[in-house]
């Protein structure tokens, strides 16, 4: 079945203009996966999307966020449930991601995330990493606004990058058909020739990205 690949391209002069110098590559890297992390894994790699969509999860449309040159998130799938069930209480439930990150072909999971509202109560966490306050984007009520999230990528050996993107992901696989910006907002001449993805949000992921950088350096 032909599958539609919306890719998100950020724009990377943009980049530039708001963080010069930062390389937002040199990201965290991958650590042993944490307690409990290794079970949630197993529940998820290696199943594709049309059977993680009979555990509940849902990628429609097939929305791929990455930024070329630095990485991405992959396909978000979004389980309804777990989402109605944890966002709007600022909570994060380890055992029962809302978000399952594919690759762009849908055809294997890559990683999870988490999404949780910020009702003043402090950044959430799930084991044991803190998650990052983002400025909002289309999707189900209340992600307009700006929320906490948590993304963790499925790595080698039993590891996981705890980081917003991953620098091994990317929107643009050989089945990939087309690439376009689907995501509504100022319009800043993305690469992809449609309306780029708006500034807000990328100037909180490079503000995120560092400043988990700094989190992490500051726990060692």
């Not at 708001?18 to 890297?29: F, H, K, Q, R």
């Not at 100022?186 to 690469?191: Q, T």
Request: glycine share 12%.
């Amino acid at each position: 079945m032909h599958i539609r690949i919306r890719a998100i391209a950020l724009a990377c002069a943009l980049l530039a203009a708001v963080a010069p110098g930062t390389a937002l590559a040199e990201g965290p890297a991958p650590i042993p996966a944490p307690e409990g992390f290794a079970e949630l894994r197993a529940r998820f790699e290696g199943k594709s999307g049309d059977q993680i969509a009979t555990m509940g999860y849902i990628a429609e449309p097939p929305i791929c966020i990455s930024e070329p040159g630095t990485g991405g998130m992959g396909v978000h799938a979004l389980n309804i449930e777990n989402f109605s069930a944890q966002f709007a209480a600022g909570v994060m439930d380890p055992e029962n991601p809302p978000v399952v990150l594919l690759d762009a072909s849908l055809e294997r999971v890559i990683g999870l995330e988490w999404e949780a509202a910020d009702v003043g109560k402090g950044a959430p966490e799930a084991f044991g990493q803190p998650a990052l306050l983002l400025p909002g984007h289309p999707g189900p009520p209340g992600t307009e606004d700006a929320h906490y999230m948590l993304h963790a990528y499925f790595r080698p050996d039993g590891e996981v990058l705890f980081a917003p993107l991953d620098p091994q992901v990317s929107c643009m696989p050989d089945t990939a058909t087309e690439a376009v910006s689907d995501w509504a907002g100022a319009p800043l001449g993305g690469p992809l020739g449609g309306p780029a993805i708006p500034v807000a949000l990328l100037a909180g992921l490079i503000v995120a990205w560092v400043t988990f950088r700094h989190r992490l350096a500051t726990r060692h």
